[in-house]
């Protein structure tokens, strides 16, 4: 109890910073590559060199690394002022990530002015703050977001046959929905497009839980108190630490829609390419106008992925062993038969693949025709039948004619399901 006591913070008081001073702990040969250092364009000089312990901005003490990127490293921290935990997203202070980072900030101060009372508003990633670190070698960002457990990803992977249960699904489909209409409406933004664009979009990497168990972060701190972290030290003081995992909640928090460094405004006519491969929405490979529509295609792509244990499309071009936009509109012609003449004529591409009649090419070979009834192997009678028609909702030629965000929060397969 003497010890629980001295965890809690006097009210009003802020936190007081922990001495992480056990030199107890495995040290990994400096010939071995770990984390980061495994990327092949990695260079020391890029990263800040984080040690824990440390406290920057007068506020945020490191506890532990959560996890590491090509731009950035994460951390847990214990913001002293706030009283609260924080993750620490900290980038390499390359010149070409400004201009990203930037983007970034102005999406994020355009989702934290919009409305707050929106439905959806709790289920986009929250910045808690931003604020620059001078380096030995320059200046480096560093966001501050409220501390997430894992993605729906690596939930999935939890479950051996690799798809998530129908209410898990229903559950996660709602909150994305809200989060989606609440960009889309009360923001202006479309979240699958814009700076890198063609690796950022809606996918379950994307979709992460919250953690409503303050446990979780005590019992990382325990763990770097009486266990540190392996790390690599260098002669020149710099380290590089193994992430070390946030034990399983035991309240989890609702998923929230994360990532918006690639997302736009949908304040004019966009044509640039983008999307993933596999996501792309038929508007974005015949070059033709999109907007906020691409989302909701993304998003039926990425449910057959978490559900049905597959991808959707692939676009795989058997001939050339490698992805092909015809290839990708064969297969959506299969599933939705011909594309409408309409957005043909709006596509700088589709005299490749079409005929000023709207009829493929003779060298368009679309495979044999195969129902999407045909494709699930899950549900049975009527739930299958919801189930199917909410994808019809999101997979359509015609952009107009996809549901928005809002009606597909209060679809029937979703509603019956939660």
Request: hydrophobic share 40%.
């Amino acid at each position: 109890m003497a010890s629980l006591l001295r965890r809690l913070p006097w009210p009003g008081r802020a936190w007081k910073p922990i001495a992480f001073s056990n030199s107890n702990f495995a040290r990994i040969p400096l010939e071995e590559k770990i984390e980061e250092e495994l990327f092949p364009d990695y260079l020391a000089s890029r990263y800040y060199p984080v040690r824990i312990g440390e406290v920057l901005r007068d506020r945020f003490q490191i506890v532990g690394k959560l996890g590491f990127g090509a731009t950035s490293t994460v951390w847990l921290a214990r913001d002293l002022n706030g009283r609260r935990h924080v993750a620490l997203k900290l980038f390499v202070n390359s010149e070409s990530m400004g201009k990203q980072l930037e983007h970034e900030l102005s999406m994020y101060r355009r989702i934290s002015t919009s409305a707050a009372r929106h439905t959806g508003r709790e289920a986009v990633r929250n910045l808690l703050d931003s604020f620059d670190v001078s380096g030995p070698d320059g200046s480096h960002r560093c966001l501050v977001h409220p501390p997430l457990w894992e993605s729906t990803q690596t939930f999935l992977h939890r479950n051996p046959v690799r798809r998530l249960p129908s209410p898990v699904l229903a559950f996660i489909l709602r909150r994305l929905f809200l989060a989606l209409d609440f960009l889309h409406v009360e923001c202006q933004m479309i979240h699958t497009a814009g700076v890198d664009c063609r690796r950022t979009d809606i996918k379950a990497d994307n979709i992460m839980f919250g953690i409503n168990d303050d446990s979780v972060f005590t019992a990382f701190e325990d763990q770097e108190l009486h266990k540190p972290s392996r790390r690599k030290l260098f002669d020149d003081g710099r380290a590089i630490y193994l992430s070390r995992e946030l034990q399983m909640p035991k309240d989890w928090g609702a998923p929230v829609l994360c990532d918006f460094g690639s997302a736009v405004l949908d304040d004019r006519e966009h044509l640039e390419d983008v999307q993933p491969d596999i996501y792309r929405a038929p508007e974005v490979i015949l070059e033709a106008p999109w907007s906020n529509q691409i989302d909701i295609w993304n998003t039926g792509c990425m449910i057959w992925d978490l559900f049905e244990g597959g991808h959707l499309f692939t676009g795989q071009d058997m001939e050339h062993q490698t992805y092909r936009s015809r290839a990708h509109l064969a297969e959506i012609a299969a599933l939705l038969g011909p594309p409408p003449r309409a957005l043909l004529k709006s596509g700088k591409s589709s005299h490749k693949y079409f005929t000023d009649q709207g009829d493929f090419r003779p060298d368009f070979l679309v495979p044999s025709t195969v129902p999407l009834e045909n494709r699930e192997t899950n549900l049975e009678g009527a739930d299958r039948e919801r189930f199917l028609a909410m994808m019809r909702k999101m997979l359509q030629w015609d952009p107009v004619k996809r549901s928005s965000a809002k009606e597909l929060a209060e679809d029937e397969w979703i509603t019956t399901n939660i």
